[in-house]
Nanobody
Framework: VQLQASGGGWVQPGGSLRLSCEVS????????MGWFRQGPGKEYEFVAA????????MLAESVKGRFTIARDNRKNTVYLQMNSLRFEDTAIYYC????????????????WGQGTQVTVSS
């Protein structure tokens, strides 16, 4: 399975972006999906995850109330809507997939996209 993340860019604090992750080479509903990020000089950080059919979304405390995760299996795509962006949200954002694991552990997701840069700056 291949994952292609897109939608990153530059945004001012308080702004919004929507990231997309398109899945190919597999049936998206077979996979639990997650979003992670890596800021400059930092480790991978869990952002959000979603069940195979869009149920039970999970969000990191740092993004609750600002970010939402959703998926459209008909379009083979998972989304991360990011509102009220802050400087500290600046990072490369990665989508990841797992057939068997649903949670916050980055190492438990075997499939990863290439990442999309999000820069929050004034």
């Amino acid at each position: 399975v291949q994952l292609q993340a897109s939608g990153g860019g530059w945004v001012q604090p308080g702004g919004s972006l929507r990231l997309s992750c398109e899945v190919s080479g597999g049936t998206i509903s077979d996979y639990y999906m997650g979003w992670f990020r890596q800021g400059p000089g930092k480790e991978y950080e869990f952002v959000a995850a979603i069940g195979r059919f869009g149920t039970v979304p999970m969000l990191a405390e740092s993004v609750k109330g600002r970010f939402t995760i959703a998926r459209d299996n008909r379009k083979n795509t998972v989304y991360l809507q990011m509102n009220s962006l802050r400087f500290e949200d600046t990072a490369i954002y990665y989508c990841a997939a797992s057939e068997n694991y649903y949670g916050m552990g980055s190492r438990r997701y075997p499939y990863w996209g290439q990442g999309t840069q999000v820069t929050v700056s004034s």
